[in-house]
Each structure stands twice: as structure tokens, then as C-alpha cells.
């Protein structure tokens, strides 16, 4: 990220608290609280029962982008 950019979070729902969450898209924000609002803002008509959000820095890929351990 670079300097006056705001880190992305990945947003994440549900239509049915049985089901599993589903990837939606990602929101940019400069803390919790704004990212938050901001997936509902964009995400909210899908009439979903739950929704979280979580920072996109916290993953870390398996295959392709920089997933270099453990690749042959």
C-alpha cells in the first residue's frame, strides 16, 4: 500500500446462517468502523442474514499471486 492509500478489506455474506459465507468483494477503508459501513453501503441489497469483513492483508494466498511455498 502506498502512502495516502487505504487498506482494502474483504467482504464476506450470507443468505442463510446454514450456509457458508460467499466472497462478495473487497471495500477500501482506513479502519474497521469505515469498512464496515462501507460494505453495507455497497453490499446490502443481497438480502443477507450476516455479513463480515476482514483485512485483506490477513490472507495469505495458497495458489498464485505470491504463493511461492511449497510450489514445484
Known sequence: MSQGEEPRWEVFAR????????HLGSVDAPNPEMARARAWAVYARGGWK????APAAAFTPVVGGYATIGVV
Open 15 to 22: 443468505r442463510e446462517l446454514r450456509r457458508p459465507l460467499t
Open 50 to 53: 450476516e455479513m463480515a469483513i
